[in-house]
């Protein structure tokens, strides 16, 4: 398998992204590696050319670029060559630490969705922060690709989350939850009503229900489907607070005298567990779920480690052939009662 | 001033409520209290009648039930009946504990909407979670009394916030931001980018943009400003955030054996201090804001405390004249320019 890395996307490229790359590289003997950056920038980092190639480019596109625009006018940037290598079959999957949206919009309009999904979803794996529960994370989609969504995008985001949840994270038969306003049946606004009864009646998905955004990290289900716009919203607002959280634990320590600093070492073990938890280094990146082959962008912060982790779920992705069998429910099996397939293309 | 208190609803009615409304009046010598409840179940546990008094009702709404019908069906409930002395001007406020749903559909078919808001928002205030800053809290609304809302909404959103922000929170121009999925001017769907631009073009208002989910608790507007849906995403989702984390450092510190233990029992004053900002007993109720006079929800769980706390705030509401405030500007000021008049009945 070869995976196509844009060198160029993130706070710390490419120098982190190289490190990660020749780590996930030392790590996956099956995998090989198209490098794509600035011969100037990328050459001098490269340590081990084993299965590892510099594709030179000579544009880039920065965080701040209007997505749309940057990859229809940057024909050799990263991003557009990476994405097209994809699509030509050069490479099997994309990876990305840069502008999120260039790496969305590359992945849409030049890798290309799969037949029968009419709008691809950006899926995290998210943790489960119970500690009563042996459940340690699950799939969320939406996260904020589409600000606008109907109710076939979600049913679709339903089984785009079950082929992931089953292939990836090794779960059989994956429990399916709406994000909603509250957890009884009746609740939410005309759309999400209709797509509760739409995955209700759906006997392929194991759907248990509504999730409220206050149990979204409880575990109550595999793979948690929304819209997009209350996805992101949610998601960011569970960022936020963890943060905040952190941030208020830490002045309290800082000003808390020697008392609260002895206090502090004596729990720093509880404090690093409930950091690799709740941090994101430890879930990869954000899978564009719904093309024709793996395209993830992972944290623009990110360092080596992250890189590794995000090349391992691409791995897993490669080598569980999650997309086939996407392909295959969308191309051949049943498709969801409500597909418009004249809008297919559109 | 006189408050109709739903002396039924609530987890811990209808003990707790009384206790705390005992609390607020011995507080407050300018209130006077009409609880409503049932004889057997109130009477006895009034302690001391001076400015209070028992309005003895015979039906309860329970918290499972179906608003709208409940609130149609049970003429003689002790929600039904404070909403009724409201609008009838035999009291100048209404407090529940109880059925969510219930209060609100009473609140806005009972008491009724102040000419010229078309929805009223729920409105809560929240705390500020950053330690370098002295802003304390800030006005949140919609927090879901609407699932589905459309620009001219939270135009008024905004009006209600501010006027709730000035009197209430004394900040004398509240800075009023917009909850967006990005903090750049041109994020949103369609809503929320024409929003945007009529909350700028707004000279009334002190308009500082767009803050995203993650940045909610910083402290960047005094007012921020949402949509019913997203909004209530949001808000439970940082509820749910704040609650998992505390769980997680509870379970490390029960199971973190005696090194945990002393390390908690050093680092206490620190949790007590964060308990105290995420706390959700210190900041009041939930406000319906938009109607005729102060409708006013407090958690289900309240005791005595939260019970107290919510009733000074609808003491704050009536001794500043928020209303009043609100009445003035949408009946006689320029009215936001989107407003539909001929749907003010509707």
């Known amino acids: 398998m070869k995976i196509a890395v844009d060198a160029m996307g993130g706070d710390h490229a490419p120098q982190e992204i190289i490190k990660g790359v020749e780590q996930a590289r030392d790590l ?14 990328v050459a001098p980092l490269i340590e081990n050319h084993e299965r590892l190639q510099l594709i030179a480019t000579t544009e880039t596109i920065e ?5 749309v625009k940057a990859i229809r006018t940057k024909k050799d940037s990263s991003i557009v060559r990476a994405a097209t290598a994809v699509k030509n079959g050069d490479a099997d999957a994309f990876f990305s630490a840069g502008n999120t949206g260039a790496v969305l ?25 119970n500690p009563t529960t042996s459940q ?16 076939k995008n979600l049913v679709q985001f339903a089984y785009l989350g079950k082929f992931y949840a089953q292939k ?13 306003n509250g957890a009884e049946e009746d609740k939410g606004d005309r759309m999400h009503k209709a797509v509760w009864q739409l995955l209700h009646d759906d006997p392929a998905l194991k759907f248990v229900g509504n999730v409220e ?38 002045h309290g320590i800082l000003n808390g005298g020697l008392r609260a600093k002895l206090g502090y070492l004596l729990l720093k073990p509880v404090f690093s567990q409930i950091g690799e938890v709740m941090g994101t280094s430890n879930y990869g990146g954000a899978v564009l779920l719904g093309l024709k082959a793996p395209v993830v962008k992972t944290h623009g912060s990110s360092k080596a480690d992250a890189v590794k982790n995000t090349i391992s779920q691409i791995h897993e992705m490669l080598t569980t052939k999650v997309i086939d069998e996407t392909v295959t429910h969308f191309g051949v099996v049943d498709q969801p009662k409500d597909v418009d397939n004249s809008s297919q293309n559109g």
Chains 1, 2 share one sequence.
Request: aromatic share 6%.
């Open 63 to 67: 965080m701040g670029e209007e997505p």
């Open 105 to 129: 919009a590359a992945g849409l309009f030049i890798v290309g969705r799969i037949k029968g999904i009419d709008r691809p979803g950006l899926t995290s794996v998210l943790p489960v922060a």
């Open 213 to 250: 955004a206050t149990e979204l990290l409880v575990g109550k289900a595999d793979v948690v489907v929304t819209d997009g716009w209350s996805g992101n919203a949610a998601l960011k607002a569970t960022e936020g607070t963890a943060k905040m959280m952190l941030s208020l634990i830490k």
């Open 136 to 151: 340690q994370n699950f799939v969320y989609l939406d996260t904020g690709a589409n600000a606008e969504s109907k109710e």
């Open 28 to 41: 996956y003997p099956d995998i090989e590696f198209d490098l794509y950056g600035t011969q100037e920038q």
């Open 168 to 180: 990836v994270l090794k779960v059989k038969e994956p429990r399916i939850a709406l994000l909603n």
